[in-house]
């Protein structure tokens, strides 16, 4: 029975020091999952702080830099700001010298317009003296040399006429009968009342030219050219008319 009693103990003692070890083992095991654990975290903290300061660093410059961009572009914009008032200032003053000279200038081509207009309408008031006066004289030689030769004061023959005429009318590079027709006394055609509402229309013609906002050169020449043309040719079917035929001959 003793013997009996020490295999018992003796095998109770096995199982638990086997037990023992078993759980020694679990223990070292848990013991070793429990360092690693530590470690992770421990780790992991470090790496948690590390991600925090970098966090915060960069939160401080991006602080940093937006303060500085803004400062920087509020700068910017100051610097434009007086730039665009420095230009405003030169555009100013630019265009106020731009718009005297431009005042100056149309001051002075109106002037010019005015004395322009001036001329043209004295030129045409001349010219339209000249035929008048140069009608009324053709209509006085000729009621002259009628009297005379009504009167037998030696005034020109019909030959002489007709020859005085033919020569007229060579000069001024026409035919006899315009001549004739320029020179007809007839009732119609020299009517001084008529002449005179024809003058008048041909004047008020020029007058409304040099009205217009911008009066034509070429239209407004073209009506002077008219009664310049009558007047030169009234004047030397005069001249021709007043010279004796024997001096035209």
């Known amino acids: 029975m003793k013997r009996q009693l020490v295999e ?47 966090l915060s660093v960069a939160t401080k410059e991006k602080s940093q830099y937006e303060t500085r961009a803004c400062q920087d572009l509020k700068e910017g914009l100051d610097k434009k700001e007086q730039c665009v008032e420095a230009l405003q200032a030169r555009v100013r003053a630019t265009s106020t ?9 149309l001051g002075l081509a109106h002037t010019q317009l005015e004395q322009l207009q001036a001329f043209t309408k004295a030129l045409a008031s001349e010219t339209l003296r000249e035929v008048q006066d140069a009608k009324s004289q053709l209509r006085k030689n000729r009621k002259m040399a009628e009297k005379k030769k009504a009167e037998g004061a030696g005034g020109l023959s019909k030959q002489s006429m007709v020859k005085a005429q033919s020569i007229a009318a060579s000069i001024l590079n026409m035919t006899e009968m315009d001549l004739a027709e320029m020179l007809d006394t007839d ?14 229309e041909w004047l008020d013609q020029v007058m409304k030219i040099l009205q217009q906002q911008i009066p034509s050169a070429a239209l407004l020449m073209e009506v002077l050219c008219v009664k310049m043309k009558e007047r030169k040719v009234l004047t030397e079917a005069l001249a021709a008319l007043t010279t004796p035929v024997s001096e035209i001959a």
């Open 187 to 200: 009732e119609e055609e020299d009517d001084v009342a008529a002449d005179s509402r024809r003058d008048q």
């Open 8 to 54: 018992d103990v003796k095998t109770r003692m096995k199982f638990l020091l086997e037990t023992e070890k078993t759980h020694r083992g679990l223990v070292e095991e848990l013991e070793k999952k429990v360092k690693t654990l530590t470690e992770e975290a421990t780790n992991r903290k470090a790496y948690i702080d590390s991600l925090k300061r970098r």
């Open 97 to 105: 010298v731009a718009l005297e000279a431009l005042h100056r200038r």
